[in-house]
């Protein structure tokens, strides 16, 4: 029987007009879906584990051979690390796979005999589309991905922005960003209080620069706020405190008046021992019965069960102070774990944030230029720009690219229409 011979798959791609990121993209949008498919039926394209180093946002699954408490997903903070509950914090961003696996092999021998180790990406972090396609926003990365594909996830290259619509996006992407902005401020806010009640200091004002959007009334009730939660805990802890106090009070009287018991019964047992001595020596002379020698032995046995069951009384309120004094030791390295924890979340989500608004703000700067620089005739193909901003905040670097060029996690996607060359108009 002859061999099958595979089928072969025409895909479609736009044509370059230069190698600065400029294409000719008449008919993506119409493809997108049928691009979408393709995307779907084939393979994973693999990228080479051993040369992928670790972006902000992605989050790692560590598996410890035999030793299932110890395995799981860990995420990557904003100081880009992670911390296993037994290796610890480990440095995780610009590291490969085999980089972090190796120092969490290390650090878990100190503990586990022969540990073996498997790190893997549990999910990566995403990629944003932005300007001139039908859907922008955030979309789950996968290996291989690249501009041409997740273009065609975001719908296509749209058609022209008339001019209302141009208005109402731009209306709409400010609206949000005001938003992002007025969060921001106020997740700085609440980072300087959770500071405040790590450190131990008052907490009464805000010296960090405030957004122009938040207006005076904002500023001032989001202050408020994270003053009144401060003072809130604050008090709390106080109270909490007191209780504790007031508990290992209340231990030392009883143990103050338990002590003074053993004391009174060991004079009354100290009697009562030189009443039987002496009643012993009268029976002895044959001046005293033994019955009354046996009342006084009584008497004597009594006593004894007495001061023990004090003792005992004694011992039990020793040891509720001791237990008191250790909460109240406690309490405040509770407290600290506590409030470390937020902190590292406020500061997680304040990243989130600004990367949220630095793609509004991309947005915006797209929208406004498509709709004065869109007014070209519509049966033209659309010549597009494709920029790839690479990296976080001030690092960010904006770098031409062609529709075939792979995108790492993270990376923000800017699909955009220059103004329309002269020629083009007069033609």
Not at 35 to 47: G, H, R
Not at 68 to 77: A, K
Request: proline fraction near 4%.
């Amino acid at each position: 029987m002859a061999a099958a011979t595979a089928p072969v798959i025409y895909i479609w791609r736009p044509v370059l007009t230069s190698s600065r990121g400029v294409c000719d993209m008449k008919g993506l949008g119409t493809l997108a879906t049928l691009l979408i498919a393709l995307l779907i039926a084939s393979p994973v394209i693999a990228q080479d584990a051993e040369d992928y180093r670790i972006n902000p946002g992605d989050r790692l699954s560590v598996a410890v051979y035999g030793n299932p408490d110890q395995s799981g997903d860990l995420q990557i903070d904003a100081t880009g690390t992670v911390v296993h509950p037994l290796a610890g914090t480990v440095r995780a961003v610009d590291r490969t796979l085999a980089e972090i696996q190796t120092e969490i092999t290390e650090k878990l021998a100190e503990y586990l005999p022969n540990p073996t180790v498997t790190v893997s990406i549990a999910a990566y972090s995403p990629v944003f589309v932005l300007g001139d396609v039908e859907a922008p926003g955030e979309y789950a990365y996968r290996p291989g991905l690249n501009a041409l594909q997740l273009i065609a996830l975001a719908g296509g290259v749209s058609d022209q922005l008339g001019l209302q619509n141009g208005v109402l996006d731009i209306i709409e992407a400010q609206r949000q960003a005001e938003e992002l902005s007025v969060r921001i401020f106020a997740a700085n806010v609440m980072i300087e209080r959770l500071k405040s009640e790590l450190s131990g200091q008052n907490f009464n004002s805000y010296d960090g620069v405030v957004p122009p959007v938040v207006t005076e009334v904002d500023r001032v009730r989001i202050l408020a706020d994270e003053r009144q939660v401060f003072d809130l805990r604050k008090e709390q802890m106080a109270a909490a405190d007191r209780g504790r106090v007031a508990l290992i009070e209340s231990y030392n009287l009883e143990i103050e008046s338990l002590e003074r018991s053993v004391e009174l019964y060991e004079e009354e047992l100290a009697l009562t021992n030189e009443d039987l001595d002496a009643t012993q020596s009268l029976v002895d002379k044959g001046l005293s019965s033994p019955a009354r020698l046996r009342e006084v032995q009584r008497a004597q046995s009594a006593m004894h069960r007495d001061l023990l069951e004090v003792q005992m009384y004694l011992s039990r309120a020793r040891h509720g102070r001791l237990e008191a004094e250790r909460q109240r030791a406690d309490s405040d390295a509770v407290f600290r774990a506590t409030v470390g924890e937020a902190l590292k979340l406020a500061h997680s989500e304040l990243a989130q944030s600004k990367l949220q608004l630095q793609a509004i703000s991309k947005t915006i700067s797209t929208l406004r230029i498509a709709r004065e620089q869109m007014g070209a005739s519509s049966d033209s193909a659309p010549r597009i720009t494709l920029t790839v901003t690479r990296g976080d905040g001030a690092d960010g670097t904006d770098i031409s690219i062609t529709e075939g060029t792979q995108l790492l996690p993270g990376d923000i996607l800017e699909v955009s229409r220059p103004a329309p060359f002269l020629a083009d108009i007069t033609n």
